[in-house]
């Protein structure tokens, strides 16, 4: 019989720190439960009705221990909330050299999508010791990305865009869990990821995607040139950034801070364009007219996301 | 006082009248409160049912008793019935309705005949909930969340919703009398700080279930319509936002959280104080708490949504709140066990179940502390973690809680004492079968095993098969004291009106079981509440 396995697998730095604070919770939590226990077990034997234990008249020094009693958890609770905050907002945001892989949670599969277009299902493959970032959205209900061994987990929404990142530290493969219930075969909404050695993932990325298990994926597929065409029927007339357009510059700008009517400034990142497309008026970029209708009807949420990879190619082809 | 255990029965509220229309159309508390007691029994045993079935199926990893679908609408049914059905309802309709008027010296509740229709809603939300069930089940979970429910569920969720819609009226009403009647109807001299403790209790979980429950139905309700209708407030197709009802939902179901252990703790102060023979260390501090606790209590559910997509910044108030809403619970857990400190304390059943209730809750408000820590709520939430960590605080921590009131005063309603042997081995064997039952789903939760699995990774299976054990020995435990409980009531001998020597109006002045009108003359109160030196309690016959 194998041994039972007590404790997750640790496939990065960031988990490790996570653990650490779990073990200072754990002691606290064991230190008050077998003290608090204690207490009732020896009072109840100490003081039951036939013992002869002297109870004086109810004594009023109590003073100090109802003091201790809440200064000493409220301290321990205080080291809880900042050291938890710390980590989280620590590692919230992804590293600019960060891989980034699309996927869509679907009842009930994971499609995962590579940078150069190529596709897995509920596979995914990285490199170690590069940082992955996952952008994630949903084509039905809300699913949730769980890594366990990463200590990270973050829900998928239909209708917007939600992001999470982790450091594979080392080789192997890691359980990816639906964790968000999401109807009839959510526990079988599962999938493996696999951290291999740099070479050996370039080699992976690189191979025919016409082999294995592995969907095959056309060149056609690859989100941006889709979105390409998609935004040159539709969008260049007002949005590529040419002096006296109508429509502020959509081609060169992913990723940058927008000044919009009113003063307020918003990043154009995948929620803003996907929510330009479908709300246009909600946040009209300064200096430009409310001018433009809804693509609601006229584009499907595949079209928008290849119009949003377009964008981000384009960004990224400029600042390079 | 009375001595009932004459050869004539003296009259009282059970034999006033023996027509099943003279219970149907009663507007006698007690009444109520011991239909209450039956109907909430049968939604219990319904609910356990459902728990049994699926943890038989969660012994192994593999699939082996019951299709997916079959397994996720036995949660979603364990899941509706035991919240909605049985631990909201539980402590206020049961013993609420039996002793906040007797407890205050009053007569009745504010509107009596309120009080019978909350109980007739009641039942009609159930009847609602319990055909969703028969008619094919639902299968969204209790949470209902959107769009599942609202779009792409293909289960009864029309007709569960509106049964936990309807039911939802009927703790507004019962919170209602509660309050009107605390506010109204105490006997002259029941000062407010001469109340007992159950009394504040109750009345706290009131205005919670008052200000919380209509944002529940509110929310239930536009479901319905999103569903029925085509209503786009949720559905992203539409126009929605599905992470808004989540806000909705929670700022109702935190609450419901307080709605459910609150009374718990009015409770456990009632019985720690008549077996330790003391007033509750820090009354005063306890009693304002529970009114501090459901206000704050309003301010951090969103740390349910920890990786919801909400703004992080929002979480990040939220998590502070949530911890700060755990020092006065703390604070509770240190007063209620200094009051044992040079006590004078006997081990009756009820207070081996409230001496478990206070370790069980305290584990399941430390874990409470785990979730309300952002880096590890983020790997935590919805695994066996989240699981383990409320059924700790809803089944050992409220249900313990019930069950020790409901035999601290099974004497008093029905003027029998149930065999104390049998009673408390019953008590032992549910604690250690919910130790065994919920401990281990801490570490699958930790190892990552999320929760509402059907199949799961083989890893966590030699948890689960403990789990399911442990479950069938609490379950035994649970026969135990129904038995034990139910034999009780064939009794021939009374056990007298005050079998505890407890303080109380309801030990000191009323009969078990109680005069119709509860007292036969009119109360006045001249002590203070725990006062275990007063002579009176113990000349009882
Ligand atoms: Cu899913
Ligand atoms: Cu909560």
Redesign the interface.
Known sequence: MKA?????DVASSYAH??DN??AY?LG??IF??IA??A??IY??VR???QSD?D??E??KD?KLL?IL??VI??VL??I??F???K???D??IPPKDSIEVLVTGK?WMWKLQHPNGKREINDLHVPVGVPIKLTMTSE???H?F?L??F?????V????Y?QMWFLPEKTGEY?I????????????MIGKLIVMEQQEYAAWLAKSWTDGNTPVAAASDDPASAGKEIFEANCTVCHTGKPGAIGPDMMHAFGTMRQLEGGEEILMDENYVLNSM??PNEHIAKGYPAAMTSF?ANLSSTQMKQVIAYLKSQSEASAE | MNDSAKTEPKLNYLNAGNTVKSWLFTVDHKRIGVMYLASIVVFFLVGACAAALFRMELATAAPDVFS??TY?KLFTMHGIIMVFFFLIPAVPGVLGNFLVPIMIGAKDVAFPRLNLASWYIYMLGGSFTLAAVLLGGI?T?W?F?T??SS???DSNVILAGTGVFITGFSSILTGLNFIVTVHKMRAPGMRWMRLPLFIWAQYATSIINILGTPVLAITLLLVVFERGFGFGIFD??K?????LYQHLFWFYSHPAVYIMILPGFGVVSEVLACF?R??I??YEFVAFSSLAIAAIGFFVWGHHMF???QS?YA??IF??LS?LV??PT??K??NW??T????????TAPMIYT?GF??LF??GG??G??L????????L???YFVVAHFHYVMVGGMMMAWLSGIHFWWPKMFGKMYNEFWAKVGAVVIFFGFNFTFFPQF?AG???M????????V?YQ?FQMLSTAGAFFMGAGLIICLVTLVASLFRKESCGSNPWKATGLEWTTADSPPHPHNFEAPVVVDVEAYDYTDERIYQDA
């Open positions: 039972v396995k007590t404790a997750p720190q996570v604070l779990y919770l606290v939590s008050f439960t608090i226990c207490l009732i009072f109840s003081y039951r009705r234990a109870r004086p109810a004594t109590g109802e009693g809440s958890p409220f609770v205080m809880m909330f050291w938890g905050a980590l989280y907002f590692a919230r009842q039905d209900v809300i949730s769980y366990p061994a200590r990270k987990k973050m829900d929404v239909p209708g917007k939600t359980h869990f639906c964790a968000e219930y999401c109807g009839t075969e959510h526990s079988l479908n709300n609601k | 997916n679908d996720n299968d979970g949470t969340y769009p599942y779009v792409y569920a992203p197709a126009g929605g936002d599905p992470v330790s003391k007033r260390y820090g990786t919801s997509s992080e979480a990040l998590s502070i911890f755990g020092i703390s604070i857990i240190f066990t200094a044992l400190y040079k006590g004078s304390i006997e081990l001496l206070i370790g305290m584990v430390l874990t502390l785990f309300a820590t952002m880096a590890i709520n983020v790997h939430h919805d695994t570490i930790y190892m990552g999320p929760r509402r699995y059907h199949v799961y990774d890893a030699p």
